[in-house]
């Protein structure tokens, strides 16, 4: 279907007559030109790709050793480039012919799908080279999934009347938004809804969170090495977050190319300027937080590949992934104290909508901006400069999450296949864990706050009160509880016993 796009823009433009074979009943030739070639390659991997004695005798050990998969259990066809005496097996080998007879004319005049052609490239054509090595290459398999989100990316980024009706389509939905979070009509409503996902982060979080620090201080009996300290640090940290937005109830209001991150209070009778400060510590217990999610997944993944590196966690080497966690959480808070600092053009810019949509007097609170842009349209680079600071942060911690998860994904068979069946299943209940921990947190920490960081670089003329989305990032704490002491079974275990 890539080739059929090519040839169509192709006839486009250097000859236009031809562009009647894809009008009426004739546009259903391409359908089944693409068609005839998906049965052609099934077929051919299914006919020539038949498990036979030799396949089954060559791999059968292997599957046994690193996947623990008996092959007389699978369904599949295999490819054995060579025979025992080294000369190739022209059956198996049809099949990569075929493939590549397909494939061939999407390489040359793919483009940006030639990518996705050379995963199945080095896919089929790897068993000629008989390198002498085992790759869990069904991951690059499942990436090629990928590329069909790439094209629709690409397609509404590059073509005008796509990324206009894109952003036309934004809009409504931000108004629509808008309109149901405006159904409440005073300052004093909305605050309240915050307040009540704020208590509910809270109170979710205490709870959960301190079962867990309980079960892994007195109920669970396996010895977790320095794990358990991170066991135990996390959910205090979480606790110690939902505590903070408590006794601020912090708020955050999005207009067009700018937002404030505000509170109203005075906790305590503290001054404004004291708020503000507090308000920029919250925000960096938030990349704390985010930070120990790293630590947590290179912990686990120097547990799997390389168990040398766990000195690193012992004794006062620890501290050490504690001041990495500070560190990046006081650049975050420092970082929007100091770019999102107050000024008069970022007062002017949002006191008329504060004051319309919130009955709110922006002398009146404390708190930080961003606005992405000045009256001429220029970027405003000392305010951008926050975000770049929150950007470079998010992308540490998430390319170490990523990078773990995927070494993890590809080594660990091999590498619990050396351990006791105990401690194998207590890495794999981990790495789910583990996987799970990062997907949550990309929905309710990084995704919210990517959404708030960049909504105003699009300058869409609209108003968002996104201050609900920042009250909720503290109930991640306690789905994180959760999913370890579901997973887990030494905690299911405790659980159950302490009741």
């Not at 493939?99 to 483009?111: C, F, K, L, P, Q």
């Not at 947190?441 to 105003?456: C, D, E, R």
Request: hydrophobic residues 50%.
């Amino acid at each position: 279907m890539i080739s059929v796009q090519f040839l169509y823009r192709y006839w486009a433009i250097f000859e236009e007559t031809k562009l009647r074979f894809f009008k009426g009943w004739r546009f259903m030739i391409w359908t089944a030109y693409s068609i005839y070639f998906g049965f052609q390659w099934a077929f051919g991997v299914y006919y020539f790709g038949k498990i036979d004695d030799y396949s089954k005798s060559y791999l059968r050990l292997e599957m046994m050793q690193k996947y623990s998969t008996d092959f007389s259990e699978i369904a599949g066809m295999t490819l054995v480039a060579y025979d025992k005496d080294g000369n190739i097996r022209c059956f198996n080998i049809s099949s990569t012919l075929n493939m590549t007879a397909i494939i061939s004319d999407v390489y040359r005049y793919g483009g940006e799908a030639s990518d996705v052609v050379n995963i199945l490239m080095l896919i089929i054509y790897l068993p000629f080279l008989d390198l002498e090595c085992d790759l869990p290459t069904g991951i690059f398999m499942c990436a090629i999934t990928l590329y069909p989100a790439m094209d629709a990316i690409i397609v509404m980024y590059i073509v005008a009347d796509y990324k206009k009706a894109a952003i036309m389509m934004l809009k409504k939905a931000f108004e629509k938004i808008y309109a149901w979070l405006s159904t409440v009509e005073t300052d004093k409503s909305r605050t309240r809804y915050a307040q009540l996902v704020a208590q509910l982060g809270f109170f979710s979080t205490t709870f959960f969170c301190f079962i867990l620090v309980f079960l892994t201080m007195f109920g669970v009996e396996r010895n977790f090495g320095s794990y358990k300290y991170l066991m135990i640090l996390f959910p205090m940290v979480g606790i110690f977050f939902a505590s903070i937005e408590l006794v601020l109830y912090p708020n955050v209001y999005s207009h067009n190319a700018g937002f404030v991150v505000y509170c109203t209070s005075r906790p305590f009778n503290l001054s404004q300027d004291a708020v503000t400060g507090f308000l920029a510590i919250y925000s960096g217990v938030y990349a704390t937080t985010i930070s120990m999610i790293s630590v947590q997944f290179l912990y686990r993944y120097w547990a799997i590949i390389d168990e040398k590196k766990l000195r690193f966690f012992k004794g006062w080497r620890f501290l050490i992934w504690i001041a990495y966690s500070i560190y990046f959480g006081f650049q975050w808070g420092f970082g929007l104290y100091y770019f999102g600092k107050i000024d008069d053009y970022a007062k002017n810019y949002l006191r008329l909508g504060m004051m319309q949509k919130y009955s709110t007097d922006f002398s009146e609170i404390a708190g930080m901006t961003i606005v992405a842009y000045d009256k001429d349209g220029n970027i405003r680079w000392f305010n951008i400069c926050s975000t770049l600071n929150h950007t470079f942060i998010m992308l540490i911690q998430y390319t170490v999450i990523i990078y773990c998860a995927i070494w993890m994904y590809i080594e660990m068979e091999e590498k619990l296949q050396m351990l006791s069946l105990s401690l194998r299943n207590l890495h794999k209940q981990f790495f789910k864990t583990l996987i799970l921990q990062m997907v949550t947190p990309t929905i309710t920490l990084f995704s919210p706050v990517i959404f708030l960081i960049y909504l105003p670089l699009f300058d869409l003329k609209c108003d968002l009160p996104t201050g609900i989305f920042v009250c909720a990032l503290t109930i991640y704490p306690a789905i994180d509880a959760i999913i370890v002491m579901y997973i887990v079974a030494d905690y299911k275990k405790a659980s159950k016993s302490e009741n």
